[in-house]
């Protein structure tokens, strides 16, 4: 019998931890941000952390200080697939041209991104 009350006592205690700590899980889902649709530009500007992300495409221009890809879809940053100007150092820059297949390694930062590594495929 006192087993039982025991028992009884302890899944009351469980019954209402569960419900302190789901409390707090929905806390925490209320203060994240909403999850970002996948599919357009308005995507990446809002994701304003920076982050590392890899990446693989074509070059089709090289500026100075920048350089456009025909990307494939880049998850870490919840991007699709498409063509667009990275920020990158002359020398990277200066590296590759127009037409070379890549891969690199991006910062993606407030929906923009800067290419800190680049590889010819
Ligand atoms: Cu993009």
Redesign the pocket.
């Known amino acids: 019998m006192n087993r039982l009350v025991l028992t009884l006592a302890a899944l009351g205690a469980a019954t209402s931890l569960a419900a302190c700590s789901k409390k707090e899980a929905a806390t925490k889902e209320a203060a994240a941000p909403p999850a970002a649709p996948a599919s357009d530009?308005a995507a990446?500007a809002m994701a304003a952390e920076a982050k590392m992300a890899k990446g693989t495409g074509t070059v089709t221009a090289v500026g100075a200080d920048s350089v456009t890809?025909d990307?494939a879809a880049?998850p870490e940053?919840n991007?699709?697939?498409?063509?667009?100007a990275f920020k990158a150092s002359p020398e990277i820059a200066k590296s590759v041209m127009a037409g070379d297949k890549v891969a690199f390694d991006l910062k993606v930062q407030g929906g923009g991104?800067e290419i800190i590594a680049i590889r010819k495929q």
Do not use: Y
């Open positions: 530009m990446m890809v990307h880049i940053a991007w699709p697939a498409m063509t667009m991104g």
